[in-house]
Every structure is written in structure tokens, then in C-alpha cells.
């Protein structure tokens, strides 16, 4: 199908697309094009301006910045997939992102259109939440943070308002004797999530868990941290057995959703293998140092 009719217009900085936005009502940001582009031709949204900020050299880059990760918005998948640094220190995001479609997908698409589209199925927000990242979001009145936490509020709903663009991503390091995994349960046509999990775990000088980090997505309709495995985990040796046991009660406080590729049951059962063999996995790399 063809989209219907917009204006379009290239952004050179930050304060020309912030100032293209303000003067247009109901005007959307324009990144990689490969989840928005889609709706539009298949008129699940109209917009009366596109303003398009692939060139705007700023909200690039992959950096380490006094030891926090710091991914610019325009930062593509494959960027972060490839950066040596965040295979190291922030494992689970970089394989979230080698998880992110194809290759023509991982070069075009950007991590702030990822986690500025919302959707449940997405790979990296679950990611960002495993690391507590903190969003930066700009608008004509300056900055703010905003945490993982409460980024996400809905299906396709985030915190961003209206006018303002998503700048970067900043996530603290796990700290020694830390490591962290992401699976996922792809969707055989489409290769999205039905299923993502990220776990991380940090030992003490005994080889038991000092601090465990479970989140997951695809499952309910935003991603969540299931506090309860987190701290079913504290004081064990994350060997497979006692990871199966500490992911009992994931869904602890959610509720999983169901629609027509898989069932909420199934969606859960799926979750408690994928968080249990990530916790391991995590675990064992933590272990090995
Ligand atoms: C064939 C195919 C397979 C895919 N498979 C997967 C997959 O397996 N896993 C996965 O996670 N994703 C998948 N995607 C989606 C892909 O990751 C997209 O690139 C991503 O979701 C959106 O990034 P974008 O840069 O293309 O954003 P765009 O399409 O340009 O924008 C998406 C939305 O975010 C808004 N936006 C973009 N950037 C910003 C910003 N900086 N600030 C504020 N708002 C912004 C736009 O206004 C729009 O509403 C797939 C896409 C395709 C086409």
C-alpha cells in the first residue's frame, strides 16, 4: 500500500528538529524508517510532517563515558552489536541487538527507534532494563532523565511526549565478578520475540550470588524486572538446578499475555526456561570471569 500524504523534512541538528516538531502538531520523529515506515504504508498511522534526523551526527555513537555505557539514539543495531566494549561489559545488550532482525535491519534500524516504538516484542528494551538504563529525552525546554523503569507504559505507549526526541541511553557497568546473557524465543516468520529475556549475575568471593537481574519481554504487554527470581537467587551457586528452582515465581505481580502466536501458559513456560538457562549461562560467565 502507499502511505498517505506527508511533509518531509531533514534535520541537520538537534535544535532545527526539535524547532521542526514544535511548529508542526502531530509531526513524528523520522530514524531508520524500519518500524515506522511500514505503519504509514500500511496506514495504521498518518502524520502531516516527517522530520528525518538520520543526519544528525550528535545522537550517534557507542561510548564508554566514566565507566557507563553511553548509546547515542542514532546508534544502529549493528553498532551495538559489534562494539567490543559492550560485548565485554554489557554482554546481553550486544547480543540483543545481534538478535534484531537481519543484517539490513541491524545497519539501518537505530536504538532509539527501537525503544522509542514501544513494542512488546522488541529486543532491546528488555535489554536496557536488565542494565537500569537511564533514557535522556530532549525538548525545547531542555533535558530529561527518565529510567527503563518508567519508560515503556503500554503497547506502542512510551514516556516520551509530544515534540520530544529520545538523545541517548546511559547504563551503569555490573560492577567484578558480574556477567550477563540475553534468549530469545523468536517468532518463526516474523523473527520478533515472543519471548526475551535478559539475566545478569554478580558473585561474591565464594562463588554465590550477591545480586541476580532477571528481565523479560514479549511476555506481558511492557517488559518488567521479576523481582521475586531476583531475589530467589541471592546467596545460591547459579548452577542450572538452582536457577530452574529461584524462576518459579517470574511472573510474580504480572500477568502474561496471550494473542494468536501463543498462548499467556505458553508464554510463561517459555519465559521460565529462557530466564533459567540465562541466569546459568550468566552465571558460568561470571564464574570464569
Ligand atoms: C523486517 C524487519 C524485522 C525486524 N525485526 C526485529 C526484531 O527481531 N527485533 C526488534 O527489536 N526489532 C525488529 N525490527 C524493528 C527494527 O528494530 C526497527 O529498526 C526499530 O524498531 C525502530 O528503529 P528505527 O530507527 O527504524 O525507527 P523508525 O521506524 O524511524 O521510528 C520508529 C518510531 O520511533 C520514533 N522515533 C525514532 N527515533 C526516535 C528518537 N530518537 N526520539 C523519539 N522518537 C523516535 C519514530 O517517530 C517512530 O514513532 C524489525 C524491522 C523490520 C523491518
Known amino acids: 500500500m502507499i502511505a498517505e500524504a506527508f511533509d518531509y523534512e531533514r534535520a541537520d541538528s ?33 502524520v502531516p510532517l516527517l522530520v528525518d534526523i538520520d543526519g544528525v551526527g550528535e545522537l550517534g555513537g557507542v561510548r ?21 566494549a559492550v560485548r565485554r561489559g554489557w554482554t546481553a545488550l550486544a547480543q540483543a541487538a545481534s538478535h534484531v532482525g537481519d543484517p539490513q535491519v541491524r545497519s539501518r534500524g ?30 525545547g525546554a531542555g533535558l530529561r ?11 506502542f505507549a512510551t514516556a516520551l ?22 534468549r530469545k524465543f523468536p517468532h518463526p516468520a516474523s523473527g520478533y ?15 554465590r550470588v550477591a545480586e541476580a537481574r532477571v528481565a523479560v519481554g514479549g511476555a506481558t504487554y511492557v ?15 547459579p548452577d542450572p538446578p538452582a536457577c530452574r528452582e529461584a524462576v518459579a515465581d517470574l511472573f510474580a505481580g504480572q500477568e502474561p499475555a496471550g494473542d494468536m502466536y501463543a498462548s499467556a501458559d505458553y508464554r510463561a513456560h517459555i ?17 570464569a570471569g
Not at 74 to 84: G, K, M, P, Y
Not at 166 to 177: N, Q, S, Y
Request: net charge negative; charged share 20%; glycine share 10%.
Open 110 to 139: 537505530t536504538v532509539g527507534g527501537n525503544l522509542a516504538h514501544g513494542d512488546p516484542a522488541s529486543d532491546l528494551p528488555t535489554a536496557v532494563l536488565l542494565f537500569d538504563g537511564v533514557l535522556t529525552v530532549a525538548s
Open 161 to 182: 511526549g509530544e515534540g520530544e526526541i529520545l538523545t541517548a541511553v546511559r547504563m551503569a557497568p555490573l560492577g567484578d565478578r558480574a556477567a550477563s546473557a540475553y
Open 64 to 84: 564508554v563515558e566514566d565507566g557507563d555505557l553511553v548509546v547515542g539514539a542514532l546508534a544502529r543495531h549493528r553498532d551495538v552489536a559489534d562494539s567490543e
Open 193 to 207: 520475540a515472543v519471548v526475551s529475556v535478559a539475566a545478569a549475575v554478580r558473585l561474591d568471593g565464594e562463588g
Open 14 to 46: 538537534l535544535e532545527a528538529a526539535l524547532a521542526a516538531l514544535a511548529r508542526r502538531p502531530g509531526a513524528k520523529v523520522l530514524a531508520g524508517g524500519h518500524s515506522l515506515l511500514p505503519l504509514l504504508k500500511l496506514r495504521l498511522a498518518q
Open 223 to 237: 517488559p518488567f524486572r521479576a523481582a521475586a527470581a531476583e531475589a530467589a537467587m541471592v546467596g545460591v551457586r
Open 145 to 155: 532523565q527518565v529510567s527503563a523503569r518508567d519508560f515503556w507504559l503500554g503497547p
Open 271 to 287: 519465559a521460565r526456561l529462557y530466564a533459567a538457562d540465562a541466569l546459568a549461562a550468566a552465571g558460568a560467565a561470571a564464574a
